[in-house]
T-cell receptor
């Protein structure tokens, strides 16, 4: 079974530029999560989707961050414009199926560097 | 804010030694998960715990869901070089929907 797929794996941009990250969850998983992981820290939830609905986006900085999951499968996270402090790893995770909602499986992440 | 206290922050051990790490909180948890993360990769699920008192093993790894539902520990027996990485606990607080993560325990093994 394929795991959570993310692309790109690495992205380097200059501040004020836009950037987008893509995630394809495990097949059959209805719940998709985007996390932010700063260096030396655990992941912190940005947004959670149940199918195509964003059910928890309370931690998403909505002035510059946006996300979508139009067909309830793939998802895109966008930052516009990027700031220096956005440099971090952006992780996508999914859950669902027989393992249950609490058992989340992570992708490899996208490491963003903002110069 | 920080809801999980994970300790120790780092460990330096000799190959073959046993390892123990834990997470504690003032909140009651319904689920505890333990993940391992290696450089450049996402966290990989090791063990999931769903009931107070539950003790679950995965090879040389053993984790327990504390009776008080406010803590969990992970043990690694007879460590080997490939155990190197950062171990994260994560849990779902009773009444909440999202997982919260600990700060991680960085494990280094001297051969």
């Amino acid at each position: 079974e394929a795991g959570v797929v993310q692309s790109p794996r690495y992205k380097i941009i200059e501040k004020k530029q836009p950037v987008a990250f893509w995630c394809n969850p495990i097949s059959g998983h209805n719940t998709l999560y985007w996390y932010l992981q700063n260096l030396g820290q655990g992941p912190e939830l940005l947004i959670r989707y149940e199918n195509e609905e964003a059910v928890d986006d309370s931690q998403l900085p909505k002035d510059r961050f946006s996300a979508e999951r139009l067909k309830g499968v793939d998802s895109t996270l966008k930052i516009q414009p990027a700031e220096l402090g956005d440099s971090a790893v952006y992780l996508c995770a999914s859950s669902g199926g027989l393992a249950g909602a609490d058992t989340q499986y992570f992708g490899p992440g996208t490491r963003l560097t903002v110069l | 804010g920080q809801q999980l206290n994970q300790s120790p922050q780092s460990m330096f051990i000799q190959e073959g030694e046993d390892v123990s790490m834990n997470c504690t909180s003032s909140s009651i948890f319904n689920t505890w998960l333990w993940y391992k993360q290696e450089p450049g990769e996402g966290p990989v699920l090791l063990i999931a715990l769903y009931k107070a008192g539950e003790l679950t093993s995965n090879g040389r790894l053993t984790a327990q869901f504390g009776i008080t539902r406010k803590d969990s520990f992970l043990n690694i027996s007879a460590s080997i070089p490939s155990d190197v990485g950062i171990y994260f606990c994560a849990g779902r607080i009773q009444g909440a929907q999202k997982l919260v993560f600990g700060q991680g325990t960085r494990l280094t093994i001297n051969p």
